[in-house]
């Protein structure tokens, strides 16, 4: 019996956890394709807007922004903007991380739920075709052949779990990190462009009281 054969009498679980790699392969891919285009070189990027907006640049600043990919860039917008508008920059930057975080978050959970739920899947799989098999030994009687044949698809389906969890394990601990990544890059950057426009405003304060 080969072993597409034996994948076929494994049952509705095999095709479930086939299933469940597909999607956990489409996740992956689209999530790091997602990542690979934000990213981007958060210190160049904050250091040109500083020299733009020392120059009083908001237009070319928030052009800038807008022209660069990425979560990072684009609540460097809103503190901006908020500055430009005199309204708060801290409040105007947490409502865009709050916007950004959940896209950067997308899928990751449904990734993280195949990576726990594919090795139960396949001791599942395992139970109920040892169950299939018992019957037929006890039709057949117990012969070595029978036997085998049996019960490889109650192995087949334990190791396709193993096989599903083992990588969705690992490409969900990569993509988490890639978000933390993201995070520490939005904080630094607007803690950046804060202290900066705090400066800028104090150093014009000083001049009008002059």
Known sequence: MNLWSNVLEAGPIMWLLLFCSVIAVFIFIGKWFQFHRNQVNVKELVGGLINVL?????????????????????ILTAGIQAHHDGDDI????DDAV????????????????????????????????????AGKISQQGVQMDALFNSLTPAILTTAAGLALAIPCLIAYNYLVARVETFCIEMEKASSEIIYFFERKDAKNGSETQS
């Open 98 to 133: 709050l916007v950004e975080l959940p896209r950067l978050e997308s899928n990751l959970s449904i990734l993280g739920t195949i990576a726990k739920v594919a090795p139960m899947l396949g001791l599942l799989g395992a139970v109920l075709n040892m169950y299939t098999a």
């Open 54 to 74: 020392t120059r009083n640049g908001m237009i070319e600043a928030l052009t800038l922004c807008d022209n660069t990919p990425g979560p990072v860039a684009r």
């Open 90 to 93: 801290q409040h105007a930057i």
